[in-house]
């Protein structure tokens, strides 16, 4: 046996910055690429750090390479990448050897491996992109608590801090971790595309240009709605193309591309029967952008846009408005994931891991995970401090909705968030009419509102 302390494979994008982010919180890592030239670029190129990192050529040498029990983490692509490589690695392994994958895996093979594999496994989302994995991810643990302690060391010294505390726990049993990486990846999308719907406001509706709206953003980012995403869209608006002399962001295609979790969060929402519109309406954006095609077929069909009249403060409480209903959705989701599947998950837990490193960082998460242990089991629409914002901005996100459809802009995911808070404030809703409707047609039943007897029918039932 040898003396690394932790085992890496995959040496992509993240990987290498993982093994960087290791090495230099003192840690020896075993490095193993299945290309093995890129093992050796990698050792070259980490300078200093060099040192602390043992280039593996093969699994044999990686195996030999690390302090027993070990401990390796896979980055490899998510999918059947992970089963191969855990049946290559696995005739070099110890019974007692951890393997901990940190990909985007899909939660429910990371359950299947759990059960099936004979060996400890750990399942954790990792989020920050390149700059995080290299100083500093979010990382979100699910499986045993032995098996963690086990790396724990190792990462928390390489995650995020935000004041001081690490943006790594182990948040829950088997497929936890994973989850709530796909519920982040939701949010990312949902957030995302309510800003660029805000951005498509500013640019069609109020004939902006992207260096102003890199100053709107910028401002933004010094409120309520002080983010990562905020941030960067700020720079991504600011950023200038030398080949046309004008801003980049009206060279980028309007094609958005996505990898699956945004999706895997959908479609896992509707096993659970738990409502995520704002999530659901940001994949679909996605998926509409894509069709570039048609919609050039359809603007010369159909025309055009008309001009907005809105103040950016409108704008702008009209985005933390729909933030607010979108993190509702998410964290509501990770509440019946934990009762569906049994995890010990808490939300606040999961606030406080993406305070800091994730790509959904922002301010606000603090102020969540202090609003679900002061109301432990209320959704964020009940919690006094996001009562009082949504009372404050809901008139916002009306008047921007309003206008935005007035003027034929598209603005799905804020429609569907205040379509959302409509729905969920209205103590008596329209369903009757569908059980109504179920009973009339198929003698499904309905409850009655005066007495509570179940199973009720109506006049038809007697045809
Ligand atoms: C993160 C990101 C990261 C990655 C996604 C993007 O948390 O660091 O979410 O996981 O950027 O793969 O997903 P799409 O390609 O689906 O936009």
Redesign the pocket.
């Known amino acids: 046996m040898g003396q690394a302390d932790i085992g890496l494979i995959g040496l992509g994008t993240m990987g290498s910055a993982l093994a960087l982010n290791i090495a230099e919180k003192g840690f020896t890592v075993a490095v193993f690429n299945r290309t093995v030239a890129k093992t050796h670029a990698f050792v070259e190129e980490a300078g200093e750090l060099a040192e602390r990192v043992v280039a593996c050529d093969t699994l044999e040498a990686l195996t030999g390479a690390l302090k027993g029990p070990r401990a390796i983490i896979l980055m490899v692509p998510a999918g059947n990448p992970v089963d191969e490589q855990i049946e290559s690695l696995d005739p070099y392994l110890d019974a007692d050897d951890l393997v901990i994958d940190a990909g985007?895996a899909n939660f429910r093979d990371t359950m299947r491996r759990m059960e099936t594999l004979e060996r400890p496994f750990l399942g954790v989302?990792?989020?920050?992109?390149e700059e995080?994995?290299r100083h500093g991810?979010?990382i979100m643990g699910g499986g045993n608590p032995d098996h963690w302690a086990r790396v724990e060391p190792v990462l928390t010294a390489i995650s995020a801090k935000f004041e001081g505390a690490p943006c790594a726990a182990l948040l829950g049993e088997n497929g936890a971790g994973h989850f709530v990486?796909a519920v982040?990846?939701g949010i990312?999308?949902a957030d995302m595309q309510l800003i660029a719907e805000t951005y498509g406001l500013m640019r069609d509706g109020l004939g902006m240009a992207p260096p102003q709206m890199a100053e709107v953003f910028g401002e933004w980012n010094e409120g309520r709605l002080a983010s990562y995403l905020i941030e960067i869209s700020a720079e991504v608006a600011a950023a200038h193309d030398a080949a046309t002399d004008g801003p980049l962001l009206d060279v980028i295609v309007d094609a958005?591309?996505?990898?699956?979790?945004?999706?895997w969060t959908a479609i896992e929402a509707q096993h659970l029967g738990t409502p995520i519109p704002v999530i659901e309406a940001a994949v679909a954006a996605?998926n509409m952008s894509a069709q570039r095609e048609l919609r050039g077929v359809l603007a010369d069909a159909f025309g055009g846009a008309d001009k907005l009249d809105l103040k950016l403060d409108t704008l702008e409480a009209a985005l933390i408005c729909g933030k607010v209903l979108c993190y509702t959705q998410g964290f509501d989701m990770l509440r019946a994931a934990a009762e569906a599947f049994d995890w010990t998950l808490m939300r606040e837990d999961v606030a406080r891991n993406w305070r800091a490193g994730?790509?959904?960082r922002s301010a606000m998460l603090d102020d969540m995970a202090e609003a679900f242990e002061v109301a432990p089991g209320r959704t964020l629409m009940e919690a006094p401090y996001f009562a009082e914002i949504l009372s404050e901005t809901i008139g916002a996100l009306r008047e921007v909705v309003v206008a935005a459809s007035g003027a034929g802009l598209p603005v799905p995911a804020m429609a569907a968030a205040l379509g959302y808070f409509d729905t969920m404030r209205m103590a008596r809703g329209t369903a009757n009419m569908i059980q109504g409707q179920r009973d009339y047609f198929g003698l499904h039943g309905f409850v009655r509102e005066d007495t509570g007897d179940s199973d009720q029918h109506g006049p038809w039932a007697d045809e």
């Open positions: 985007n989302g990792v989020s920050g992109g995080g994995a991810p979010a990486k982040h990846n990312e999308y958005a591309g996505q990898k699956g979790t945004g999706r996605r994730c790509i959904i």
